[in-house]
């Protein structure tokens, strides 16, 4: 155990006036008083003569250069190629992992050629009202069917547009996702 | 030669005296030429101040945002100089409420009496060579009373709100202003006594060869210091806004005020702020008063043609820029350490400087 | 002191207290009602001086409800779990270690709110988190409500 | 320059859109009023959770909502146009919420942020004390998904609620011309 | 207010005849809206003049019932709900969890995944600190700090970002390691922010730690001492200034601090102002365990082998961490089931809280609000 009773000293900061008579105590109080004060103002002084230092990004003006991270959680999507194909295969382990019941997929079942019953996504349905971005979602899908969007900008004017049906109107899983 | 100068400066004292003269061939009756000269004085003013505080308003932001490294206001009309018009005409059109269980006449009262009182000490100042609404022989007197008055309408509108918030906030300047007054006085006298009147434009005249903060050695200098921070104390800025203290009173004694009578109370601030850096610029820093170094006749006649009336805005928005200096700088204080400020240090050190003043006086020390 | 110290030792001021030692920490499980006889000794004694109570809670075992203390010494940096079994779990009553340890008293309001134990001599019992028109205490097992929680 | 700017136009989903009625001196006024009122949008300090940390963000330096005149946050309700409910609101605070938004004098807007306010969120299921969307106890105007959303989507919402208050009738009277454009989502 | 007092100016409770309050008191309440609250709090104050005499805390305006929630939710999951407690130090409390499912489970977690988990750890102390900073700069008056100490908490939002893929609650802890790889520009951007916050601490030291207004409101305000602060159960900065040595980090060490290098910082005053110098000599300290991590991460797995499902053992499991406020318990009961039977966050907000009415007794409503920011309370993580 390390008991530090000094303070790290930073450049020279702590104020401590001597008991040295009570004049000099009260005139070295004032001087001490008004030097710190000084150097605070100096400071934003400083960055009132230099606008170079302004860090601000203007939002809706930097729309076209703005980059989320590569990793940026901005909302779930279930991509879809050019066949108007996804990967889900409905097997629901996603709604299972989701904390708070964000995610249901409806699931239906299709005849396939050759006779088999399989079990195929009717709707999927993402909550983005109730959704925290938590990842586990997409961490527990076995075909990676579901992927992070980056778009952030979800603001609406009528909360029931914040529920998404995910998959495209007649869309349907690729071949090789299929099980 | 005269001819020459008007063309390069404006001088508003050459608009005054033509006004006077068209309005006397206008109108016989002394009278009524005084009351119509009145009426434009105070159409005029009232309109100077209200794009003084868009202006300040507009200053404030963005001194801020400079000093806090980002941009401020920029979207609102040209690089955001819109913005107090927005936020004014927003205000203007809000609901004004007044709410239950508050007193209400005094509630309503309070943003007016706060408003006219800052209003009314603007009367004696000095804008430019030869132009001044009253040239009062009393004009420092009148406006420390004057400012003093403020407290009444603070008290009136934390007692009035019926909110303890309000109340503590309004108690608290109750005891702020009536004891910095004290200091500022004592600042005020030492000019007095070294210039030898109470009337502005005598002050102003005896700063013709030198300002006082240049011509009184240290004492000056000390009752000058004094003076802005009793003055930041008393028109309730930061690090001195314990009435307001957003973060302990939640707005402190305008709590409960909405819409154009919290507007009222934006406007006396900034008023008031306007009216103590003039005050500042005039009894220290010479008014309106060019910039004279000795001999050096060459660089003077240059700043003669600078005209007057920049001189004292000049001045004046310098003082009011430290001042927001300080809001964007400080933490605020105790009501204690407020208090403690007051009467263990700025007092005593006026009093002591006042009598240094007096000996300067009597000796003829100055310049 | 080691676990084996600390359980002879507290066997020797509680005959009824059962011992577990499966966990980090030790438990030392008593009924309720020898709550004080047996944590008073704690923190007084110098050899213990359990002067650091940094967890209280209790859970619901359905049949009975169990007080969890986990009490430290900053002084020997030992630490033990003291858990006080309450048989009746329609009106559960314990005694307030809250003068023992100023800590106990907001703790004890919560697990009142929560679990709707009450608790003897506490200084200010009240309702902390809910408010008093809550109906039922939720952290309870058998709390129902259709409302709010579905799944 | 301008044409850059025209792409940069944000499209909201649900967008407001009126016919063109009124006198032309009603028009002009509800114009100047509404562009006051959308750029001086002053919030209460509202923050009970994990998004308010995300707002002081949307304040600080580096997105710096005073950009648009919003910086001037008010503690006390009877000074604010807005209320930014950022958090969690659970049963013993709706009444406070409640409370705040009456004091609140009009006209008053109310932006939802995060997914805890709009729906309780990651407290919807198996929770006893959370409200289940804040629209449940104040009218809102617009919703921010996010958990919390950046600040970048706040300032997002904020536009949103610019454009909508541009769209408001004040002086005029036929308020039924306005009518919802579904799903307009054109980013 | 008034001086003398008469019994008539006592009011009592009707039923009870307990004296309600005095008329020369005046009850304010602070809160549930109050700027100086940092959230929802509620402070029943009786005033006499400005100077405090009796303070009651009512909580609960933001109470989630997590506990209640955690019991539904599986291991996996309950780690999220943690992050939206202290949300300041979301990734400590996640740390916090999965390290009491790794305990119960005995699992071994790979050296990189540790390495990683202290220097987000670290790098969220910093953060929170910053905000704490900020914070309490804009609570007793000052504007500008708030503004730059944002602007390095923004450097390190957006590392976080990087990284984990949210700016806040970063939820990038899973149990038996973390969710994915370090991102290939880590050690690059946090070296740059470690010599950004190195450079810019002595303009936080110019603008407040020196400034005599700000000295003068923390120093003598607020006393705790050591003995109540043991006996309220304080923890973390709040306790380290009553010179209570209560760091987690050192006396029970957890995922490899016992290995680096640095200090627990302790001052003795127990005033405010002590409490502020630990926070700012806990970021340099932060700075500093990150230093000796950054250039060694070990190369290996980030994330051991877990079942799918995961069930513990039967049994009472009990982990602490510190978090940027201090002692953060994590009390799991199990039966053996997918679920806890019963979860029990011990926050140390809770108690920091329970002794601020002891450190204000006396004091001014501005002193108040001093305390508050001093011992930097997270509302969320109380009512939990």
């Known amino acids: 155990m390390v008991l530090i009773t000094g303070y790290v000293k930073m450049n020279g900061t702590e104020i401590n006036i001597k008991k040295t008579g009570f004049l000099k105590e009260y005139f070295g109080t004032i001087f001490t008083s008004l030097s710190s004060l000084l150097t605070g103002m100096k400071l934003t002084g400083y960055y009132f003569i230099h606008p170079n230092k302004i860090i601000t990004e203007q939002y809706p003006d930097n729309r076209a250069t703005l980059k989320m991270a590569e990793r940026f959680r901005g909302e779930v999507t279930l991509p879809h190629n050019e066949n108007n194909e996804h990967r889900c295969n409905g097997c629901q382990s996603c709604e299972i992992a989701c904390p708070n019941g964000s995610i249901k997929i409806v699931t239906k079942h299709e005849i396939s050629e050759d006779g088999k019953k399989k079990k195929r996504i009717d709707t999927w349905v993402y909550h983005l009202e109730m959704c925290t971005f938590c990842n586990l979602c997409i961490e527990a899908c076995p075909s990676k069917a579901i992927v992070m969007g980056k778009k952030f900008e979800h603001s609406v004017y009528d909360k029931s547009q914040l529920v998404k049906i995910l998959n495209k109107p007649g869309s349907k899983v690729m071949k090789e996702a299929e099980e | ?367 | 002191m080691t676990k084996e110290e600390l359980k002879y030792k507290l066997g020797e001021i509680s005959r009824e207290a059962a011992f577990d030692e499966t966990g980090e920490f030790l438990n030392v499980i008593i009924p309720s009602p020898e709550l004080l006889p047996l944590i008073k000794p704690l923190r007084l004694n110098k050899e213990f001086y359990f002067d650091y109570l940094f967890c209280i809670t209790c859970v619901d075992w359905k049949d009975y409800l169990s007080m969890v203390y986990h009490l430290t010494s900053t002084l020997h940096r030992h630490t033990c779990v003291v858990q006080a079994t309450i048989t009746d779990v329609h009106c559960p009553q314990i005694e307030s270690v809250s003068g023992i340890w100023k800590t106990a008293e907001l703790n004890e309001n919560e697990i009142y709110d929560l679990f709707g134990v009450t608790f003897l001599n506490h200084p200010n019992l009240r309702r902390l988190f809910l408010g008093d028109q809550w109906k039922g205490y939720p952290l309870r097992k058998d709390y129902t409500d259709e409302h709010m929680i579905l799944l | 320059m301008k044409k850059g700017k025209e792409e940069n136009k944000i499209v909201f989903p649900g967008q407001l859109h009126e016919s063109p009625e009124g006198g032309m001196l009603v028009t002009k006024l509800d114009e100047i009023v509404n562009w006051a009122r959308s750029n001086s949008l002053w919030p209460l300090i509202f923050g009970t959770s994990c998004c308010a940390i995300e707002m002081m963000h949307a304040a600080g330096a580096k997105y710096d909502w005073s950009r648009f005149g919003f910086e001037v946050a008010r503690a006390t309700p009877r000074q604010a146009d807005l209320i930014i409910v950022a958090g969690t609101i659970v049963m013993k605070m709706a009444p406070v919420l409640k409370r705040l938004y009456d004091q609140m004098p009009d006209p008053k807007y109310v932006i939802a942020m995060g997914a805890c306010t709009i729906s309780g969120g990651p407290f919807f299921y198996n929770t006893y004390s959370v409200v289940k969307g804040v629209d449940h106890i104040i009218p809102v105007d617009v919703y921010i998904p996010g958990c919390p959303p950046r600040p970048e989507a706040l300032l997002h919402g904020m536009i949103a609620l610019q454009e909508k208050i541009k769209h408001q009738p004040v002086f005029r009277k036929n308020k039924k011309e306005i009518h919802h454009d579904e799903r307009r989502i054109k980013i | 207010m008034q001086m003398t007092r008469k019994p008539s100016d006592i009011t009592t409770d009707a039923k009870s005849g307990e004296v309600l309050h005095h008329e020369g008191e005046f009850i304010i309440n602070m809160g549930p809206q109050h700027p100086a609250t940092h959230g929802v709090l509620h402070l029943k104050i009786w005033l006499e003049g400005e100077t405090i005499k009796k303070i009651e805390p009512h909580l609960g305006y933001i109470h989630r019932g997590i506990e209640k929630m955690c019991e539904r939710l599986s291991y996996r999951q309950f780690i999220f709900s943690t992050s939206r407690m202290d949300y300041l130090s979301a990734h400590i409390n996640n740390q916090a969890c999965a390290l009491a499912v790794e305990k119960a489970l005995g699992l071994e977690v790979p050296p990189r995944a540790k390495a990683i988990r202290i220097i987000l750890a670290e790098l969220t102390r910093i953060a929170s600190h910053e905000l704490w900073w900020a914070c309490s700069g804009l609570d007793l008056g000052g504007v500008t700090p708030f503004f730059y100490a944002f602007r390095e908490r923004e450097a390190i939002n957006d590392i976080m970002e990087e990284t984990c893929g949210a700016r806040l609650t970063q939820n990038f802890i899973v149990p038996g390691g973390v969710m994915s790889d370090l991102h290939h520009n880590f050690q690059k951007r946090v070296k740059r922010v470690l010599t950004q916050i190195k450079d810019n601490l002595h303009e936080y030291d110019e603008i407040l730690t020196g400034n005599i207004i700000f000295q003068n409101r923390l120093k003598e305000v607020g006393y705790l001492s050591r003995e109540d602060a043991i006996s309220y159960g304080c923890t973390g900065p709040a306790a380290r200034g009553s010179g209570l040595s209560c760091d987690i980090r050192k006396l029970y060490p957890y995922d490899g601090y016992e290995k680096l290098d640095f200090d627990e910082i302790i001052f003795n005053e127990g005033d405010c102002w002590a409490r502020y110098r630990v926070r700012m000599a806990e970021i340099l300290q932060s700075v500093h365990i990150i230093e000796q991590l950054i250039d060694s991460i070990p190369d290996g797995e980030f994330q051991a082998k877990t079942k799918n499902v995961i069930k513990l053992p039967k049994g009472q499991f009990y982990q602490r961490v510190e978090t940027a406020r201090g002692e953060l318990g994590v009390f799991i009961v199990s039966d053996g089931a997918a679920t806890p039977y019963r979860c029990k966050f011990r926050s140390p907000n809770f108690s920091n809280l329970s002794a601020i009415p002891q450190m204000a007794q006396g004091a001014k409503i501005g002193d108040l609000v001093a305390i508050m920011a001093t011992v930097d309370l997270v509302i969320p993580d109380i009512d939990r």
């Open chain 2, 1 to 367: 030669m005269e001819k020459l100068h008007l063309l390069f400066v404006f001088s508003f004292s050459w608009l005054a005296s033509h006004l006077n003269m068209w309005l006397r061939t206008g109108i016989g009756n002394s009278f009524l030429l005084l009351v119509t000269e009145m009426l434009i004085a105070g159409i005029s003013l009232l309109a100077f101040l209200v794009i003084l505080c868009f202006f300040l308003g507009y200053m404030e932001r963005k001194v801020a945002a400079f000093m806090e490294i980002r941009l401020g206001p920029n979207r609102v009309g040209p690089k955001g100089s819109l913005q107090i018009v927005a936020d004014t005409v927003k205000l203007l059109f809000k609901e004004g409420l007044t709410p239950d269980g508050s007193d209400k006449f005094l509630f309503n009262l309070a943003p007016f009496v706060v408003v006219v009182t800052s209003m009314l000490a603007i009367a004696p100042l000095a804008f430019a060579r030869d132009f001044q609404l009253w040239d009062v022989n009393i004009g420092i007197f009148y406006v420390t009373s004057i400012s003093s008055m403020a407290v009444i309408g603070i008290l009136m509108a934390g007692w009035s709100s019926s909110n303890k918030y309000s109340l503590i906030g309004a108690m608290r300047s109750g005891a702020q202003i009536v004891s910095y007054e004290l200091s500022i006085g004592l600042s005020l006298i030492s000019i007095v006594i070294l210039s030898g009147s109470l009337r502005l434009s005598d002050i102003i005249q005896s700063q013709a060869n030198g300002w006082w903060i240049f011509k009184g050695h240290i004492p000056v200098l000390i009752s000058f210091i004094i003076f802005i921070i009793a003055s930041t104390a008393e028109i309730n800025r930061a690090p001195f806004d314990l009435t307001e203290a957003e973060q302990e009173l939640t707005g402190g004694f305008h709590t409960e005020y909405a819409g154009m009578k919290f507007a009222m109370f934006l406007l006396s601030e900034y008023i008031n702020l306007f009216i103590v850096s003039a005050i500042a610029a005039t009894i220290f820093l010479g008014g309106w008063m060019p910039f004279h170094i000795g001999n050096l006749t060459g660089f003077n006649h240059a700043m003669d043609y600078i005209p007057s009336s920049l001189w004292f805005f000049g001045k004046t928005f310098f003082i009011i820029f430290i001042i927001m200096w300080f809001r964007w700088t400080f933490p605020r204080l105790r009501i204690d350490q407020l208090l403690n400020l007051e009467w263990k240090y700025l007092l005593p050190i006026s009093m002591g400087n006042t009598l240094l003043v007096s000996a300067m006086a009597v000796f003829g020390w100055y310049l």
